[in-house]
């Protein structure tokens, strides 16, 4: 078969450049890497077929210069842009200027990207095609806000319209607070997002957070591939990610998996993309729509046996889709680990020389990452340096296969959070299975409480 595409820049870096770059070579597509100068060394320099500087450290100067990336693309002569997740991975004016350039994006058409992209937008879109969303309404005043939660109930949630990675949300308990929490929810907003509109959720008080990762061709054929649980988290931030989710019932899955076919369908969605759900006592309730590749995409291919890049640049390359829903069985259960380069106490960022690293391996493990001894960690960007995934048959050997590859993983030289990380899989509550968002950030309290009372 002719490739789809001949040469393939990737606007990214780190682990998700790495891993593009894999499936990229594997399909005999030329990858071509693009780095800011402390990337100089990273591993997707190393692993792409080519690569070329862009800039300076700082992301606005560099990785998000849509201009900078077109001059390499041209240079270097590639026919497709793969944005990883991050960045420009869902700014849809970069994928219009893409396919202006003749440069085929890899990822949903830019009409579906902006569907999505603004949160009230995309919970209309959606309630209309039928999915359950949290209920919510407007609070672009202090009247609206106070109207708005009286309808819904309290407490309630406060989130950014043009939200992302946890910022700018805010739990109001009472209709007293709500006034001075929605100013200042609005001027998080502006700082983080340029855009001060926020709206009002109900505050679903202890839901797990489960996610329905889709593809779909854009010919008519969507699917999905099961769900992943993404509850334990810290600050809004997920921590550790797995697949199935604990305790969703075939028919369960069945339910909402088809409702979020049947609304790729309806919005003319193309690639990859997920659903994320708050889930709390059998009900499932919209959040958002990822449109892109996620971090924790690997638990998914671990369990299905689909490799995700691929399947996006098949679907970017306009083929149809070759894999039908039947054809999706779900095979024993992954976790993954996500270590980052910060202090597992204190969560500060701890960024420098890896002095030595030595990977975990043996079945059923998997590293995703762009770090390697005498790799220096700069501090410029998300402090994630990797990912750890394990595959079992059953969701006590993924486990036990983590602790032992927690235990081989050595980074040295910098902090990481493989302490905290071996702490969670080898608590009780963890292996229980089915906590909610709030389990990690409370067993974290209680052990800071702890500790102040043996000092
Ligand atoms: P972001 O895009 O900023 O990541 P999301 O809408 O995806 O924001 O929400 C991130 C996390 O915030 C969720 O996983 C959940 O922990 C919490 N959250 C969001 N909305 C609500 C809500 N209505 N009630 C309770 N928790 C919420």
């Known amino acids: 078969m002719a490739p789809l595409m001949k040469k393939v ?34 591993l997707h320099v190393r692993v792409c077929d080519e ?91 202090a009247e609206e806000a106070l109207e708005t939660a009286e309808r819904i109930g309290y407490p309630v949630m406060l989130k950014a319209t ?65 769900e992943r649980d993404c509850s334990m988290q810290r600050r809004h931030q997920k921590v550790v990610e797995e697949a199935p989710a604990p305790g969703i019932t075939p028919e369960l899955r069945a339910q909402i998996g088809k409702v979020c076919v049947e609304a790729c369908l309806r919005i003319g969605y193309r690639g990859a993309g997920t659903f994320e759900f708050l889930y709390q006592d059998g009900r499932f309730y919209f959040i958002e729509m990822n449109t892109r590749i996620q971090v924790e995409h690997p638990v998914t291919e671990l369990i299905t046996g689909v490799d995700l890049i691929r399947e996006q640049l098949l679907i970017a390359g306009g083929e149809p889709l070759s894999i039908r829903q039947q054809d999706i069985e779900l095979r024993g259960h992954a976790i993954e680990c996500r270590i980052n380069a910060e202090d597992p106490d204190s969560f500060m960022p701890s960024p420098g020389l890896i002095q030595h690293y030595h990977a975990a391996g043996g079945p059923g493990v998997r590293m995703d990452t762009h770090i390697y001894e005498g790799y220096r960690v700069p501090p410029n960007y998300d402090s994630m340096i990797g990912k750890l995934i394990v595959h079992g048959a059953t969701r006590e050997q993924a ?5 032992v590859a927690l235990s081989e993983l050595v980074v040295d030289g910098i902090k990481t959070n493989i302490p905290l990380q071996q702490r969670i899989l080898a608590d009780g509550g963890f292996a229980q299975g089915g906590q909610n968002i709030h389990y990690l950030e409370k067993k974290l309290a209680e052990r800071r409480e702890k500790a102040l009372s043996v000092l």
């Open 51 to 141: 690569a070329y500087p862009i800039g300076p450290a700082a992301a606005a100067e560099s990785y998000l210069v849509g201009e900078r990336l077109f001059e390499v693309a041209k240079r270097a002569g590639c026919d497709g842009v793969h944005p990883g997740y991050g960045f420009l991975s869902e700014n849809a004016a970069f994928a219009e200027a893409c396919e202006q350039r003749g440069l085929r994006f890899i990822g949903p058409p830019a009409s579906a990207m902006r569907a999505m992209g603004l949160k009230t937008a995309a919970r209309e879109r959606m309630a209309a095609a039928g999915v359950p969303i949290v209920p919510g309404g407007n609070a672009n005043t």
């Open 162 to 226: 043009a939200g992302g990675g946890g910022k700018g949300m805010r739990l109001v308990h009472r209709p007293d607070e709500l006034t001075a929490a929605l100013e200042r929810a609005q001027s998080e907003a502006l700082k983080a997002f340029g855009d001060p509109t926020v709206y009002l959720e109900k505050a679903i008080i202890r839901p797990r957070h489960v996610e329905i990762q889709v593809l779909a061709d854009g010919q008519g054929h969507a699917i999905f591939l099961g």
């Open 9 to 42: 820049l990737i606007a990214n870096r780190g682990e998700i450049a790495v891993r593009v770059a894999r499936t990229l070579r594997e399909m005999g597509i030329g990858s071509v890497a693009v780095y800011s100068e402390p990337d100089h060394q990273s």
């Open 399 to 403: 486990i036990a296969r983590m602790r």
